[in-house]
C-alpha cells in the first residue's frame, strides 16, 4: 500500500507523460494518471462511458502510460457528467519482491495485451489512479450489482475504503 501510495503522489507532481497529450482542448478537463502495480510501464489507457451497471459502453479517449506508469488525456466536458471506467491494460512493471539490489537489473513482468486493471474518474476530478485496489473496488460492485445500481454501490464501496485505509483509492 505505502509504494502504491508514494507512486501515486508521484503523479500528481506533474511529470509529464511521454506519449500523451499535454494541451487541454477546448471544452475539456485535463486529467492525469497512473497505473501502478509498481509503476506500469507501456500500458494502453482507455477510458469509458459506462452503462448503470457497470459495464464500459463508449470509448472516451486512450493513450498510453510512460516509464512511470503516468498518463494525461483530455476528457470532453460532455463525456464526463458520471464516473468513467479507466481501463489498463498491458505494460510491464518491475517485480518489487526481487531481492536484486540494483533497480536496472530488476525482475520484470510482462503484462498481456488482454490483462488489464480498472479504475474509476470521477466527475470533477483532475487525477486518478488504476491499481489492484481500484480493480478490486470495481469487481466487487460488479458483483454486488442487482439491477441498475452500480454507480450509488460504487459510491458505498468507496466510501468503506475510505473509512478503513483513510485515503480515496481512486
Known amino acids: 500500500v505505502y509504494t502504491v501510495f508514494s507512486v501515486i503522489l508521484t503523479a ?7 506519449s500523451a497529450s499535454t494541451s487541454a482542448e477546448q471544452g475539456a478537463n485535463q486529467v492525469t494518471g497512473i497505473a501502478a502495480k509498481g509503476p506500469i510501464t507501456a500500458a494502453d489507457i482507455e477510458i469509458y462511458q459506462m452503462d448503470s451497471t ?8 486512450s493513450t498510453t502510460t510512460n516509464n512511470r506508469g503516468i498518463w494525461t488525456v483530455s476528457i470532453p466536458a460532455a463525456s464526463h457528467s458520471a464516473p468513467l471506467l479507466v481501463v489498463s491494460k ?16 530488476k525482475r520484470r513482468i510482462a503484462l ?9 474518474l470521477y466527475p470533477g476530478e483532475s487525477t486518478t489512479s488504476v491499481t489492484l ?12 450489482v442487482s439491477g441498475s445500481d452500480f454507480f450509488s ?7 468503506l475504503a475510505i473509512a478503513h485505509i483513510g ?4
Open 112 to 120: 498481456g495485451s488482454s490483462d488489464e486493471l480498472l479504475g474509476i
Open 133 to 144: 485496489l481500484t480493480h478490486a473496488l470495481i469487481q466487487k460492485t460488479r458483483s454486488e
Open 90 to 105: 498491458g505494460g510491464d512493471f518491475v517485480d518489487e519482491s526481487d531481492t536484486e539490489p540494483d533497480p536496472a537489473l
Open 12 to 18: 500528481c507532481g506533474g511529470e509529464e507523460p511521454g
Open 153 to 159: 454501490l460504487l459510491d458505498d464501496n468507496r466510501d
Open 167 to 170: 485515503f480515496n483509492p481512486f
Open 54 to 61: 457497470g459495464a464500459a459502453t463508449s470509448l472516451v479517449t
